[in-house]
């Protein structure tokens, strides 16, 4: 797993540099797939988010994290065929988008600390590159799930109680087709 960082603006990371490839590489390892990845994470401001977000999404306001897969039909078993049917390697996954100023604000209402925040948007964007979603409520418990898996063996690497991991409410696009 390679994770190309983009940070133009001397945002604050949240969480130390290193946690993002292993962060990434333990979502890899969660779904079961064995395969050599590239995923560029960029940083950005609330305006920049809020111009990508109503670009992409028709939200005129800052979000926390955006994926844009390059993988058409990405989940799993397609990112695995696409890396068995190419001589790619790595396999380019997409890129995720944070707005560390958005994880930090919402952080306190989820009961979490900023960096908690940041590893499970990081966590949830790469499961949206692997075409992970959230769009009804079967779905959006699998993801939490998987979530949660991840986020708990990175505790535990990090020399933390695991029991002790907790993330926000699962997110719900219907907000978004009311433009809340």
């Known amino acids: 797993m390679s994770v190309l960082l983009s940070n133009d603006a001397g945002l604050p990371l949240l969480v130390a540099e290193e946690e993002f490839e292993a962060a990434l590489d333990e979502v890899l390892r969660t779904v079961g797939l064995d395969v050599d990845a590239v995923v560029s994470v960029a940083y950005v401001d609330d305006d920049e988010m809020r111009e990508l977000n109503h670009a992409w999404r028709g939200i005129d306001a800052p979000t926390d994290v955006l994926s844009f897969p390059l993988i058409d039909g990405a989940c799993p078993?397609?990112?695995?065929?696409?890396?068995?049917?190419?001589?790619?390697?790595?396999?380019?996954?997409?890129?995720?988008?944070l707005a560390p100023a958005v994880i930090e604000a919402q952080a306190p209402a989820f009961g979490t600390t900023s960096a908690e925040e940041c590893r499970l948007m990081l966590v949830h964007g790469m499961l949206h590159l692997l075409g992970y979603d959230h769009m009804n409520e079967e779905d959006?418990?699998?993801?939490?799930?998987?979530?949660?898996?991840v986020l708990r063996a990175l505790a535990t690497r990090r020399g933390e109680d695991p029991a002790t991991v907790r993330i926000g409410p699962v997110t719900r696009h219907h907000e978004d087709e009311r433009g809340e």
């Open 140 to 149: 959006a418990l699998a993801m939490e799930e998987r979530e949660l898996t």
């Open 77 to 97: 078993e397609e990112v695995l065929a696409h890396a068995h049917d190419t001589e790619e390697a790595p396999v380019e996954l997409g890129d995720i988008v």
